[in-house]
């Protein structure tokens, strides 16, 4: 995709990201990947900057900016670090943007600043042990005055958040949706896990044991919050996707055009070309779902399936492309002195959060053919 496509400000704020990824962030990467440390410091960076709040509202302490602005700031953090990547897009997408979207003028007033600051972290708690792709079978509940009870599971930003978009049952069966703060009476992290890539994002367990909880939007309207949020996020994860396959095509390109071999580089080799122009080709096409998805939610347009198709085309993209750097790097690409064995195990992820490649055909299907698909599954 082109820049001419992008209004000054949108190049504007890619740049600054791009900036940052190539200076502060892509030359720590593999260290935070090999530590699995969590880069707090950088995301104090990132708010000062006015990347943590990209499309908040100025009054609320953001930049201002669409969603398109946001989704190029995730590609090009993603680009150079997928954990980090994915910290930001939970942070304001599913954490910061539906205060805004649902809450009170008060609560926005109070709860969103710090946030688009990057004074505080924010995170989504819907997802539970048997309440995966199933959210509507989540137990946690709430009790009349909002005291929340029972436990989330796979909470990204989990062990550093602040704030937390919390959803429960209430006593009437309904799911609300409520913000807890960190360091609430009952409220505690209780594992982190040891995943397979994006080692430098928290990933935590949370418990609640009758926690008090600041309601959010209307009761009974969780689950439509939750949903309305993952739509958009799912355009976040997309954008992410797409930054991790790019970054692969810059190493594969790279060394197609140093390593020698059989007298020259392996750049002029048929089956190597054909690889990369393929590889590029459908990461331009996935960036242009990405950027179409974006461009809707932005103009407040209905977004769901174009959300959808952007997350299932983009993560098969990255996780598909990532193995084939490998591929075109040899032994060298199985090794971490080059980083393209970290995109491959990054990239997997971004088919199963925000929804899985499964949930998503099942969302372009059912658009397609309404009530029939329903009655099947």
Known sequence: MSDHELTDEQREIRALARRFADEVVAPRAATWDREHRFPAEVLGQLGELGLLGVCVSTEHG???????????????????DAGLGVTVAVHTGAGTLPILAHGTPEQADRWVPPLAQGHELAAFALTEAE????????????????????????????????????????????????????GAEGFRPTREEDKLGLHSSSTADLAFEGTPGERLGDPGAGLRIALSTLDGGRIGIAAQAVGIAQAALDVAVAYAGERQ????????????????????????????????????????????VEGAQAKLFASRVARHWTGEAIQVLGGYGYTREFPVERY???????????????IQRLVIARALLGEAAREAG
């Open 131 to 182: 309440a995966g792709s199933d959210a509507s079978a989540l137990r946690t509940r709430a009790d009349a005055d909002g005291r929340i009870s029972g436990a989330k599971q796979w909470i990204t930003n989990g062990s550093h958040a602040h704030v937390f978009v919390v959803f429960a049952r209430d006593p009437d069966g309904a799911i609300s949706a409520y913000l807890v703060r960190r």
């Open 344 to 358: 491959y195990r990054d990239a997997k992820v971004t088919e199963i959060y925000e929804g899985t490649s499964e």
């Open 261 to 304: 071999a059989f007298g020259g580089p392996i750049g002029r080799f048929g089956a190597i070309q054909q690889k990369l122009a393929e590889m590029q080709t459908e990461i331009e096409a996935a960036r242009a779902l990405t950027w179409r998805a974006a461009r809707r939610k932005a103009a407040g347009l209905p977004h769901t």
């Open 62 to 80: 953001g930049a201002g900016a669409d969603y398109l602005a946001y989704a190029l700031v995730l590609e090009e953090l993603s680009r150079a």
